[in-house]
């Protein structure tokens, strides 16, 4: 099962752009990279996915790199509410197991 | 639009007792799954279906069961529930028949107790 790495933890301040990073060296060339965020006491959202180019929508931006072994998360300027964990994974493109790791907390100092 | 809906939102259970945990969702999803997270800990895929009639075992089965007899439904039974299975569990669906990178919809979670 492809994997997926990231830092347990990151700060930013309010209003400053976030740059939230995964690895996944076991990528398979057919492998979405998703990202989806838990805000405290709720489930899973989802925010944003991508095969190979970057990918823009109104929450985030995603950056893939041109190896596809890793990605970055981008927020544009955090804000409060977009305190949460940030999980990245691998959504295959055939089988239907989807294998969430710790994510990486963030957290946003007004 | 409800979405992914689970029932109840907290349970209290004594161990050995058994109980099953409901989910309901509305948007015709054929990929339906189970996970549980537990304090610190990302989620644990515990069972999945991917259409009526058809169940597969994730990362942590033992001590669940499933079934999926309608495409809208699929709970999850605690058969003979233990300390160690107090979690909060999330139900997901998706679509992955539309499109291949359907993204997963989640409840808002059953949190549960073991005592």
């Known amino acids: 099962d492809a994997k997926t790495t990231q830092p347990n933890s990151m700060e930013s301040n309010e209003e400053e752009p976030v740059h939230l990073p995964c690895n996944h060296s076991t990528i398979s060339g057919t492998d979405y990279i998703h990202w989806y965020r838990q805000l405290p006491s709720q489930g899973p959202e989802y925010v944003i996915h991508g095969l190979t180019s970057n990918v823009n929508n109104r929450m985030a931006s995603l950056a893939i790199a041109e190896d596809r072994k890793s990605s970055t998360l981008i927020l544009h300027r955090a804000t409060l509410r977009d305190a949460a964990v940030y999980y990245c994974?691998?959504?295959?493109?055939?089988?239907?197991?989807?294998?969430f790791g710790t994510g990486t907390s963030l957290t946003v100092i007004p | 639009n409800a979405g992914v809906t689970q029932t109840p939102k907290f349970q209290v259970l004594k161990t050995g007792q058994s109980m099953t945990l409901q989910c309901a969702q509305d948007?015709?999803?054929?990929?339906m799954s189970w996970y549980r997270q537990d304090p610190g800990m990302g989620l644990r895929l515990i069972h999945y279906s991917v259409g009526a009639g058809i169940t597969d075992q994730g990362e942590v089965p033992n001590g669940y069961n499933v079934s999926r007899s309608t495409t809208e439904d699929f709970p999850l039974r605690l058969l003979s529930a233990a300390p160690s299975q107090t979690s909060v569990y999330f139900c997901?669906?998706?679509?992955?028949?539309?499109?291949?990178?359907?993204?997963?919809?989640f409840g808002n979670g059953t949190r549960l107790t073991v005592t």
């Open positions: 997901a669906s998706s679509s992955p028949s539309r499109a291949k990178n359907s993204p997963l919809h």
């Open positions: 994974i691998l959504r295959p493109s055939t089988g239907n197991q989807f294998y």
């Open positions: 948007m015709n999803h054929e990929y």
